[in-house]
């Protein structure tokens, strides 16, 4: 990686723009863009350049890392109509998309003099402000080991999988589990609630079997306060995963039958305030539904 080069970021959501702020932070020189510019913002104030388009961002950086809402938006801003003229960078795809879109990716853009990796993260803001992201890679092999020193502000340890679409099915995997494990748990947890039992007695138990996960501990406080403001991931961008992996799976011929009812639950929060909380305010959907309300008084007869 050269250090006189600056480093190009197309995208800055909340990964997005952690990212930009740790790579700021370790001394790096970065252009950046969004399609809404005022997010751009708080990493202009860092030292940032902003630039208008996405080719401005791109034209004289040798890396680019796009942190991009779905393989859509990766597509229309990498493959544009007017031909964003490639010189040789290097795209390192680092959101969460649909692995055959990171397929069309990586064949497609060769072809403009680009080449590509996909390296989608598990973790979220903070492990991004720290560097602590755990980040898995796809792609040709010696364009992992070239990407590595960048990827490594990142991530202490960024784990090559194999070929392009091997790392992003990986990564929604893994997305999966956190969407199984926290609807298992909010289900339990309003059970032994409902049930009169003391929640720190059913913790203890839970944490001493090895039914217990981490993220369980990690998420309680906010099922027992009903609190679900700041996310680092919100419930929106957990059902695209989930569906994204059920896509994923379906291709291989595998039986999702089992997550049909929890698709349906996280479609409940579509275009609802839930949407924009953090994934944990699923719990709200678990529930028990609100009685509903009393029929009103007719009128009297005289």
């Known amino acids: 990686m050269s250090a006189s080069l600056p480093i190009a970021l197309l995208g800055t959501g909340l990964l997005g723009t952690a990212i930009g702020q740790r790579l700021l932070q370790q001394g790096l020189t970065l252009r950046v863009w969004n399609r809404h510019p005022e997010r751009l913002q708080p990493l202009v104030a860092l030292g940032a350049e902003a630039c208008a388009t996405a080719a401005e ?8 890392i796009t942190a991009l809402s779905d393989g859509g938006a990766c597509r229309q801003v990498l493959l544009p109509a007017d031909d964003l003229r490639w010189q040789g960078q290097r795209v390192l795809q ?5 692995p055959d879109a990171s397929r069309q990716l990586a064949e ?22 720290a560097g602590t992201l755990q980040i898995l890679v796809g792609g040709d092999e010696d364009l992992y080991r070239e990407a590595l ?17 091997s790392a992003l099915e990986t990564k929604l995997a893994l997305n999966q589990l956190i969407a199984s494990l926290t609807h298992a748990f909010s289900l339990s947890l309003h059970l032994v609630q409902a ?17 217990h996960a981490p993220t369980f ?5 906010r099922l027992l306060a009903d609190d ?6 919100p419930t929106a961008h957990l059902r695209k995963d989930l569906q994204l992996f059920l896509a994923a799976a ?53």
């Open 57 to 64: 961002a791109v034209l004289p950086s040798r890396w680019v």
């Open 195 to 211: 049930a009169g039992v003391d929640v720190e007695q059913f913790m203890a138990v839970l944490r001493g079997s090895a039914l």
């Open 94 to 98: 680092m959101g969460t998309i649909a």
């Open 108 to 129: 497609a853009l060769p072809q403009r003099g680009a080449a590509y990796l996909e390296a989608p993260v598990l973790g979220s803001r903070p492990e991004a402000l």
């Open 228 to 233: 679900f403001t700041h996310p680092n991931f």
């Open 149 to 165: 020193p960048l990827l490594r502000h990142l991530g202490p340890q960024p784990k090559w999988f194999g070929a392009v679409g």
């Open 217 to 221: 501990d990690k998420k309680l406080p």
């Open 250 to 302: 379906r291709q291989h011929g595998l039986d999702t039958t089992g997550l049909a009812g929890l698709e349906l639950l996280l479609d409940q929060a579509r275009g609802t305030p839930l949407d924009r909380l953090d994934y944990s305010a699923l719990h709200r959907l678990t529930g028990p539904a609100p009685p509903p309300p009393a029929p009103s008084a007719g009128p009297r007869n005289a």
